[in-house]
């Protein structure tokens, strides 16, 4: 496979079994760095056998933690973050080449088409289905690092974002979620650290602000996304979007409180 000048960072604590298919979707980057959160499965033999760097790292509640410590340390400027529930069909890599051969100097955030799984089968509906444009694509020099969930890299002041245009299997496909236990499991994970996340964006609590926006991530899920077409699946997934986003201004709340009492 043709290699292209692009760093992948990935890390992963047991998920042996995502993770090789993960990483030989990505054999087009001639640098992986593969970082183990004290996995008891599997995992490291896969990450010796895939990945050009092994790392041995103690187990954080969100991926962001880490970034700060090791995308600067990878020797390309262009990188991607990967998970391992994560597979770059080929399509997108070639979409990716070409991109990257045109790319203006100040284009630092590339977008790609992505599609999340729900226990093996594509999402088409609620906010979690149909066509996501993902940023899968960073430039080193491009972008700020910091350890705020699902906010971590953000551009800097001065440098674009591109879009590369869906055409039918160029996507990044997502194995989002295995079931309701591990979607439930996962993302109480992340409400652990949504709170300082959106206190360090500059968000305030608001009781009112709070139930008018866990009505209208319902109604925009499962009206606006159309996921009544998904049956009951798609009205349990929209009550779920609207849970999450309750449970966000809840989070906000403690870490504002625990702020002020600092």
């Not at 183990?36 to 041995?56: A, G, P, Q, R, V």
């Not at 245009?165 to 499991?185: A, C, I, K, P, V």
């Not at 009781?207 to 996921?227: E, N, P």
Request: with cysteine; aromatic share 12%.
């Amino acid at each position: 496979m043709k290699k292209l000048p692009i760093s992948a960072f990935i890390a992963s604590c047991n998920e042996a079994h995502l993770l090789e298919d993960c990483l030989k979707s990505i054999q087009f980057c001639d640098e992986i760095v593969g970082v183990n959160l004290e996995s008891t499965d599997n995992s490291k033999e896969i990450m010796l056998k895939y990945c050009t760097t092994y790392i041995e790292h103690k187990r954080v509640p969100i991926i962001e933690e880490i970034h700060p410590i090791f995308i600067p340390q990878l020797k390309n400027d262009w990188f991607i973050v990967i998970d391992p529930d994560e597979r770059i069909l080929p399509e997108l890599v070639n979409d990716i080449e070409k991109m990257l051969n045109d790319a203006e100097p100040n284009l630092a955030v590339i977008r790609v088409p992505m599609f999340n799984h729900f226990n093996g089968k594509k999402l088409d509906y609620t906010v979690y289905g149909g066509l996501i444009s993902f940023r899968l694509l960073f430039k080193k020099q491009g972008v700020h690092l910091n350890s705020n969930i699902h906010s971590g890299i953000t551009l800097k002041e001065g440098f674009e974002r591109r879009k590369i245009q869906f055409t039918g299997n160029n996507y990044d496909q997502h194995l989002w979620s295995s079931g309701w236990s591990q979607m439930f499991e996962k993302h109480r994970r992340y409400l652990k650290s949504e709170g300082q996340a959106q206190y360090n964006a500059g968000k305030k609590y608001s009781s009112k602000q709070k139930w008018k926006d866990t009505l209208i991530k319902f109604y925009y899920s499962y009206k606006g996304k159309q996921g009544y077409k998904d049956g009951l699946r798609g009205l349990l997934l929209s009550l779920f979007a609207a849970w999450y986003e309750f449970k966000k201004w809840n989070s906000l709340k403690k870490y504002q409180k625990q702020m002020l009492k600092s």
